[in-house]
């Protein structure tokens, strides 16, 4: 199940963490549930299912020997990685696709904190892909702390947590571990498979990389850290195994259905505040010193190699819809709360001649004074998303369907809207487009919302759709 070993074209040196960093679990770890995050609300564990949903991803295996989590400071946030394969590529990975709209996300952490009004303070982010292992050494402008966007300015998918009442103990001082599932598919996050679609064989066009990190303040300093739970365990569990239909391990502590995710590596890229890269300087107060204590700075680490010690990859399940047309690209919010679109369509083929081929997006504002309208390439997609002031483009050399507008309809003020193109008919009406063209679409629409120049956005895209006579 681990297919072929990847090549990386970056080689990046790992320090070691002491044995501070590494936290036994002593509390029991408990399933929290899952919290939808465009609205708040919470579902008690096996309450939540969603239709279609495969594990495109598993790293939530222990370790054997025993039990950890990795401690961070408050002013440090750490990447991991991992692959999600095509169907193409080496292994075992029955009805694996180039991209999958990821439906759920759950990541494992404790804490020493009583929880704190709005829940415990989180942010996670996922690129399709960032350099590889521990990043490719090249650090980036991590999160919030920064004074700027941060990982909300150019990862694919950005989540705070903030006001989503993430649990943490009982009271201060009083060590606590949870599992939390976030459902994430009111975003519409679309993760590409291998990078962007494609299996290169190369672990930096090829591997997804997740940033994490918890701003709360440990109540008890470096003595009582906040972390995540290491996960993964490539003896014990096949890297790939219980994703698609690969057969799960049973864990050892828990008892449950785990596995080691594909692509997954010993160590991490560890970002500290306001310390450079090899920096032998500390962050300044009122933060902890952190992985700074070790005279490397923002660095790649592992705890000194898996198996003598444990291995340094964290617990992370990803849910994806496989069905449907691939999707690709990220839709930008709109500037009403938790209104992200959703661009679908119908089969994966429309006639330049004849049929009925719809297109839509939504939700979306309602009212009236809001046009939309449908962008389409033959030319294919960006392998890098553009940021531009609407959102992230993806489409190559596009044109305009500006002959076939749309209303959301719906109430103004109120994400109730839904847009409606006929894709076949703008297929017919435009003489450059021939039977045997691969079409990639996304959708334009305005959003009064926002200020100029940003008051329009891009949905995600959908594509390829096959033009036939």
């Known amino acids: 199940m681990a297919g072929a070993a990847l090549l990386c074209s970056t080689a990046t040196a790992q320090h070691e963490l002491g044995s501070g960093r590494r936290i036994p679990i002593t509390a029991p770890i408990k399933n929290a549930g899952t919290v939808d995050v465009t609205t708040g609300r919470w579902t008690a564990p096996g309450t939540s299912t969603k239709a279609a949903a495969t594990n495109v991803f598993n790293n939530t295996c222990t370790w054997t020997v025993t039990n950890f989590y990795a401690a961070f400071g408050e002013c440090e946030d750490s990447y991991d990685e991992g692959r999600v394969p095509t ?14 709209k990821i439906l759920e996300m759950e990541v494992g952490y404790c804490t020493f904190n009583a929880t704190p009004a709005g829940g415990m303070n989180m942010e996670f982010a996922v690129w399709n892909k960032l350099n590889g292992q521990c990043i490719g050494g090249i650090p980036v402008n991590h999160s919030k702390a920064t004074g700027s966007a941060g990982w909300s300015g150019f990862a694919n998918f950005y989540l705070d947590t903030s006001g989503l009442a993430m649990p943490g103990s009982t009271t201060n001082g009083i060590q606590a571990c949870w599992l939390v599932t976030l459902d994430v598919s009111g975003l519409g996050w679309t993760l590409a498979s ?29 003595a009582q850290p906040n972390g995540y739970i290491l996960s993964g365990d490539p003896t014990f569990s096949a890297p790939g195994s219980c994703t698609y239909t690969n057969a799960c391990q049973t864990d050892v502590f828990t008892g449950l259905p785990c596995g080691t995710g594909l692509g997954s590596w010993d160590g ?33 680490y592992w705890f000194g190699g898996y198996p003598t010690n444990v291995f340094d990859s964290y617990y992370l399940r990803l849910q994806g819809e496989l069905g449907g047309l ?33 297109i839509s997006a939504t939700p979306v504002p309602g009212g009236a004074g809001k046009p939309g309208i449908l962008i389409w390439t033959k030319n294919g997609i960006t392998g890098t998303p553009v940021n531009t002031s609407f959102g992230f483009l993806c489409l190559v050399q596009f044109q305009r369907a500006g002959n ?40 334009w629409y305005r959003d009064s919302g926002f200020p100029p120049p940003g008051n329009a956005n891009f949905t995600n895209g959908i594509g390829p759709i096959l033009v036939t006579p």
């Open 268 to 300: 991490s890229w560890i970002n500290c505040d306001n310390v450079a890269l090899g920096a032998a300087t500390v962050p300044p107060a009122p933060c902890l010193p952190g992985v700074a204590i070790y005279g490397y700075g923002t660095n790649c």
């Open 404 to 443: 076939f507008p749309a209303s959301p309809g719906g109430t103004n003020g109120v994400c109730n809207g839904t847009y409606n193109w006929p894709f076949q008919s703008i297929v017919a009406s435009f003489g450059t487009i021939a039977p045997g063209n691969n079409l990639h679409v996304q959708g």
């Open 326 to 358: 691939p999707t690709f690209c990220t839709s930008k919010p709109s500037s009403l709360p938790s209104c992200v679109p959703t661009l679908s369509g119908g089969a994966a083929t429309v006639s330049k001649t004849s049929g009925t081929y719809n």
């Open 194 to 222: 291998e990078g962007e679609g494609t299996f290169d064989n190369l672990d930096d066009d090829d591997d997804f990389i997740w940033g994490k990190r918890i701003n709360d303040q440990s109540p008890g300093g470096s």
């Open 87 to 100: 169907s193409s590529s080496p292994g075992t990975h029955s009805g694996a696709v180039a991209s999958q």
